[in-house]
């Protein structure tokens, strides 16, 4: 039948797309034949759907304006008349068909046909042509053959003048349910007993039809559908059937799935070009009566649940009222969510509310979802698809969760409540559950009917309300006397509460939470201590508070494979605490001077980003940033690459690339890179950076300047001297004009120029710029302000290279003495060569001990490689140490090949540390002009 014009692959329409014959061919099946209508409803709405996309304003179409040719039997045949013959919409052949079930199965009866008018007197064959052929197949009682009852006239081919109403009755006519019916003197009976599956009998019409010479209906046939109701098995009919089809039935009954292998086996080359399709469901249960009539069917409810009920459980009848209004309602599937913080007993009361709904409501299903994981919750989806016997369940394991949803939105399933426990986790939910093809998320998926209702635990209330909406059940902490009766619930030794002083202390300590209060009578329980002394116990350190909240005990209502939510919420406030101090001690700039203030905080902000915890992604940005910055001027720079990267990726999402904080992590980066020796990747990122501000805030904006700059240092790494020279002099000339010669900024675009030029042999003109440089700076810093410090080392060692060695040692040794911190002076011993004294050592060691370890070298946290080198250095107090360096660094790189993962990091940077410092007493006697390159004159 046609159906519009399609194309594939751009090129010229298939005839068979507008002109091929489209069959469905329907089995019979009782009161299951109401999964072929919901089977062809699917099909039909997506044909709609489909047909509304590529032509808005086009009316959806019925089966009988797409089918040439329909065929039945038994139910079947049923539901072939009222699609064929009366051109029912699926929709209301599904109403008729429930409506039907429950007159025609609930009891024997006749068949009760009503169809809005028409009359029981109205022919099957009344010689209308219409588009649609419709026939069903019946059984003659005496002669055993297979009759055909027709909407139509074909030639040679005899027509029973049977009524719509008598041909209904024939083809569905099982003696249990309907007396033999009789037409024209013949007696007609359930043409199942037949052809369950009529697709044969489809074909040979649709043959008489349209190729009677030839029987060759393939290169014809553009879509055959067949669609069964599954195959209950064979089994005699009770006592009370007709005797004549008591010993026969078993051998004529239901060969469904037979024909169904047999007629594939013919048809192998269409149903391999997808012009053949055969849908079937599997029978759940052969032992179910076979009639639907809904005061009759009720199921037997289903149950899992991780929890027996708690048996001291308290309070919380307020809470609960909510959550059964909201979840009370039958117009849609009803959502609520239980919000509370670790502890405060969201799981208990869920645990709680199942069990009182269970009582009211003995026919609903409950199904418990764990989410402390995403493979916990896929896994109790897989439990629940096997305990509903959903076909195909244990082949299709990765797909249970939208099997279970589909199944469950069918309210054909009867009622149910799906809980999620434990909730939290955004990602989860928002995640994509089909690969990313399309916008639909987790939440999108949940399943929908009217008779089911879903709730949900969560500490995150960004979360819920995604979730559910403004149905949110707030959980507070506990009043007094409902944690007094909690507390009394749960102790063996109810005399204990006697004290009242000691009650309310510990409570008070506890601060209500019901889980606190469990693991606390749990444990006076276990050890046989009053309330007092463990209430002491909560006053002593940190680190005893934790091991005490920590302590395994027996909770019925918590999960193995998750964390103690009081001792990780103690741990939570404290890490809080410690990342807000981090956030005011992080270093800035090149600054160590604080160094030991901030670094006390690096494990919290270490654990807090790799805890599965739900971060504002900003904020969580905020942290990576900073951490980056703590582990740069560590010198681990591995570490801190991937916290910018990180920081990164979420401020482009969440803030867009211009954003002043991307731009700034971008910076940090490529600086990072810089550090690592990745000079093409830091060029790269810093040319992004000079274009994005160049486009937003202008050529000459500080800003702007301060990237070319940036961009100009690394390509003195990369060798390219003269681009990075024209770069530097653009640079500091736009500043002197826009910012003066006073400016930091055009202080240090300057020195980095003077670099440049004694680097590519301009030392006079060096030299004069850093003169210029250490006047400005000692006038407006200070003599010991670390950027003042810098230039004299730089200016020392352009006169130790032009020959002034008592002024290059004299002014190297004054910014030595001048130095309060120690920063890092490669040239120092370069500049007083062999006129190094014993003391000058010690103070290079000083200053190498606190670059390689960031602390004095006794302290106790020192690690290891930190250890091995402070010794090292600080015992050898003469030049010759420098030739003894390469047996330590084998010593060294030996032993922390076996230490822990996170000494490594730190045992690279002491190494090149160590390396620096050989390097430094040992250039100017053994390398000559590229070590003194490689350790001279420093960046600013």
Request: aromatic share 8%; proline share 4%.
């Amino acid at each position: 039948m046609e159906q519009g014009t399609t194309t594939q692959n751009g090129g010229e329409s298939n005839p068979l797309d507008t002109e091929g014959l489209c069959l469905l061919s329907l089995d019979g099946g009782r009161v299951r034949g109401l999964s072929t209508l919901y089977i062809l409803k699917y099909i039909m709405d997506r044909l709609n759907h489909e047909r509304k996309n590529n032509t808005p304003s086009i009316p959806p179409v019925k089966p009988c304006d797409v089918f040439d040719l329909i065929g039945g039997t038994s139910t079947g045949g049923l539901i072939a008349i009222m699609l064929g013959r009366l051109e029912m919409d699926v929709d209301g052949c599904i109403a008729a068909y429930n409506d039907l079930a429950a007159a025609v199965f609930g009891k024997k009866s006749r068949f009760p046909f009503v169809q809005s008018g028409r009359s029981e007197t109205d022919l099957l064959n009344d010689g209308v042509e219409r588009g649609c052929r419709t026939f069903v197949c019946s059984i003659d009682r005496d002669m055993k053959d297979m009759i055909r009852l027709r909407s139509y006239s074909l030639p040679d081919e005899p027509n029973i003048p049977a009524t719509i109403c008598k041909a209904a009755l024939a083809t569905s006519a099982a003696t249990t349910f309907f007396d033999p019916v009789d037409i024209e003197g013949r007696t007609f009976a359930d043409g199942g007993f037949g052809a369950n599956n009529p697709v044969d009998e489809v074909e040979g019409e649709a043959a008489n039809i349209w190729r009677p010479e030839t029987r060759e209906l393939g290169p014809l046939v553009k879509c055959f559908i067949s669609i069964g109701t599954g195959n209950p098995g064979k089994k005699p009919f009770e006592d009370g059937v007709p005797r004549f089809l008591g010993e026969t039935v078993v051998q004529i009954v239901t060969e469904t799935e037979a024909t169904e292998r047999k007629f594939i086996a013919r048809w192998r080359k269409h149903f391999d070009e997808k012009k053949y399709f055969r849908f079937n469901v599997e029978f759940r249960n052969n032992k179910c009566r076979v009639y639907f009539c809904p005061s009759q069917t009720q199921r037997s409810a289903l149950w899992i649940m991780p929890f027996q009920r708690n048996p001291h459980f308290v309070g919380r009848s307020e809470e609960i009222a909510k959550i059964e209004t909201i979840l009370s309602r039958d117009d849609r599937c009803a959502r609520a969510a239980i919000f509370g913080l670790g502890g405060v007993g969201k799981t208990q009361i869920a645990l709680e509310f199942v069990n009182r709904w269970k009582d009211k409501h003995p026919d609903c299903s409950v199904f418990w979802i764990p989410v402390t994981t995403l493979q916990r919750m896929l896994e109790a989806y897989l439990d629940i698809g096997k305990l509903l016997r959903i076909s195909g369940i244990e082949q299709n394991k990765a797909n249970a969760e939208s099997l279970v949803c589909q199944h469950l939105s069918d309210e054909a399933s009867g009622k149910w409540l799906l809980v999620f426990d434990n909730a939290d986790s955004t990602d989860i939910w928002m995640e994509s559950t089909d690969g990313g093809t399309n916008s639909s998320c987790r939440i999108d998926g949940l399943p929908r009917s009217n008779k089911g209702s879903i709730l949900f635990t969560t500490r995150t209330r960004k979360l819920a309300t995604k979730l559910v909406g403004k149905n949110v059940v707030s959980v507070d902490e506990m009043d007094d006397t409902t944690a007094r009766r909690m507390l009394k619930e749960a102790l063996i030794n109810r005399s204990l509460l006697d004290d009242r002083q000691a009650t309310e202390g510990l409570l008070k300590k506890l601060t209500y939470p019901p889980l606190a209060i469990s693991q606390a009578a749990a444990y006076v329980n276990a050890n046989r201590v009053d309330l007092h002394e463990y209430a002491k116990l909560l006053d002593d350190t940190e680190q005893n508070q934790i091991e005490l909240l920590s302590e395994d005990f027996e909770d019925e209502g918590r999960y193995q494979d998750t964390k103690n939510p009081i001792a990780t919420g103690t741990l939570g406030k404290w890490t809080t605490k410690a990342l807000d101090q981090l956030e005011r001690k992080v270093p800035k700039h090149h600054n160590r001077t604080n160094r030991s203030e901030w670094r006390i905080y690096l494990p919290h902000a270490r654990y807090s980003l790799d805890a599965d915890e739900n971060w504002d992604p900003l904020r969580k940005a905020e942290l990576l940033f900073n951490y980056g910055k703590c582990t740069v001027a560590d010198g681990r720079y591995h570490e801190a690459g991937k916290a910018f990267a990180n920081a990164l990726g979420t401020q482009k999402k969440r803030l867009g690339p211009q954003h002043l904080s991307t731009l700034e992590s971008m910076n940090r980066l490529a600086r990072t890179y810089r550090n690592q020796g990745r000079l093409d990747a830091a060029v790269q990122l810093r040319k992004e950076v000079l274009e994005i501000r160049k486009t937003k805030l202008g050529p000459e904006h500080p800003d702007t300047l301060h990237s070319m700059n940036n961009i100009s240092i690394t390509y003195t790494q990369q060798g390219q001297w003269d681009a990075a020279k024209t770069l530097q002099e653009r640079v500091v000339e736009t500043q002197k004009n826009l910012l003066g010669a006073q400016h930091h900024n055009t202080l240090q675009s300057m020195s980095n120029l003077a670099v440049t030029y004694w680097q590519t042999g301009h030392s006079d003109v060096a030299e004069k710029l850093q003169v210029e440089i250490l006047d400005i700076r000692k006038r407006v810093l200070g003599a010991e302000h670390p950027s003042t410090l810098i230039t004299m080392n730089n200016l020392a060692y352009i006169w130790k290279d032009q020959g002034r060695i008592p002024d290059a040692i004299s002014l190297m040794r004054e910014c030595a003495r001048k130095s309060s911190t120690p920063p890092k002076y490669s040239g120092y011993f370069y500049v007083l060569g062999n006129g190094a004294t014993p003391s000058d050592l010690d103070r290079r060691s000083h200053f190498m001990v606190h670059e390689v370890g960031g602390m004095e070298w006794t302290s106790p946290t020192m690690t290891p490689p930190r250890r091995i080198l402070a010794d090292g250095i600080v015992s050898k107090q003469n030049i010759d140490y420098a030739t003894s360096v390469p047996k330590e660094l084998q010593v060294c790189d030996q032993s922390y090949v076996r230490l822990p993962e996170h000494f490594v990091a730190e045992t690279q940077m002491s190494l090149g540390v160590l390396d620096n410092l050989s390097g430094s007493i040992m250039g100017w006697k053994l390398h000559g002009k590229r070590q003194q390159q490689r350790h001279g004159l420093q960046w600013t």
